[in-house]
């Protein structure tokens, strides 16, 4: 395979550096959003490259979400949107609504068993759940500005879940929290954590994200008195990448 050195001393393989040369393109302005690369023959001669190298750095850019290939038209720079999560809001996708970007969702109720996992570990474990009691799971997947962002779900104990505005489809008002507070919890306290990975399948299909994309996890469990135990736990996985920031 053919290498060349780059500027640390290492050696950078021909797919990287044609990725390299045309990332700096686009982020340095040399092409604009909407712009049409070069064919692929026409790469493959300008870098003196094979075609399945070319594309090879092509699909790289595509998973960092610089460009996107149109079929029979050609591969075209991504139009970036820009957002800026604020991770210490309640929520921050409500908090990016309220900045000017434009929201919608949909809402699935479903029941789980307590090996569901979330980041590796059992749902039921992180809510102090035995091995027969289920799960409620609210899953939202979350839209800005037309483009799916984010799948935001809570899981509570089924057992204070039933025959509340919990199980129902629709969007709760003034969410989850408020819920348990009717119910007679009070919120004392939570765990974050937060991790970047590449998508599962799943995940990468509910976001149009590639399979070598990043995504951002946060986990956040909620502790509620007077039982000092997590009643909730919220599980977000965004889609990361250029333009996306996250303020901690």
């Not at 190298?53 to 610089?66: F, Q």
């Not at 980041?119 to 609210?138: K, N, Q, W």
């Amino acid at each position: 395979m053919s290498r060349r050195t780059n500027a640390t001393g290492g050696q950078q393989a021909k797919h990287e550096a044609i990725a390299a040369a045309l990332r700096a393109m686009i982020t340095r302005g040399g092409l604009q959003p909407g712009d049409r690369l070069p064919s692929k023959a026409e790469l493959s001669e300008m870098y003196g490259a094979h075609f399945l190298t070319v594309r090879r750095a092509l699909k790289t850019l595509a998973a960092e979400g610089l460009v996107r290939t149109v079929p029979r038209s050609g591969t075209f720079v991504a139009q970036v949107e820009e957002i800026l999560w604020d991770m210490s809001a309640p929520d921050p996708w409500d908090a990016a609504i309220l900045n000017g970007a434009t929201g919608a969702q949909d809402i699935t109720v479903t029941t789980v068993p307590p090996d569901a996992r979330i980041a590796g570990r059992r749902v039921g474990d992180l809510l102090s759940l035995g091995d027969d009691e289920l799960v409620v799971c609210r899953l939202r997947r979350r839209s800005v500005n037309g483009s799916r962002a984010v799948l935001d779900s809570s899981y509570v104990p089924y057992a204070l879940a039933k025959d509340t505005v919990l199980m129902s489809p629709g969007e709760v008002a003034r969410g989850v929290q408020r819920a348990l507070e009717g119910l007679g919890y009070r919120p004392d306290g939570e765990q974050v954590s937060i991790y970047s990975r590449h998508p599962a399948p799943h995940e990468a299909d509910e976001l149009d994200l590639t399979p070598a994309a990043t995504i951002l996890e946060w986990v956040r469990c909620t502790f509620y008195s007077p039982v000092d135990t997590c009643l909730e736990v919220r599980h977000s996985v965004y889609a990361a990448g250029p333009g996306k920031q996250f303020a901690l």
